[in-house]
């Protein structure tokens, strides 16, 4: 298993199981009322993030995509 930090509203975390790979990509998206470069920033990391999951890999992408931390 391997946890990869993304950045504060993003994590991901690779299993390795005996049929297959999993990825999981747990995300927290900024409020509507969040600042339009931290929104854009936000889905510019997520969008690397999802193109970076080997092709192989099962991917689970969770969370909430309109959260408040804090």
């Known amino acids: 298993m391997e ?3 993304i950045s504060e509203r993003i994590i991901l975390a690779h ?3 005996k049929i297959h790979n ?3 990509i747990q995300r927290y998206a900024p409020t509507e009322t969040t600042d339009k ?3 854009e920033k936000f ?3 997520l ?3 999802i193109t ?3 092709k192989r890999d099962v991917m689970v992408v969770v969370g ?3 959260a408040k931390i804090g």
Do not use: G, R, W
């Open 64 to 66: 909430d995509m309109n």
């Open 22 to 24: 999993l990825t999981i």
């Open 52 to 54: 970076a999951v080997q």
């Open 47 to 49: 969008h690397e993030s």
């Open 15 to 17: 299993f390795k199981t």
């Open 37 to 39: 470069d931290m929104k």
């Open 3 to 5: 946890c990869s930090p």
């Open 43 to 45: 889905y510019k990391q």
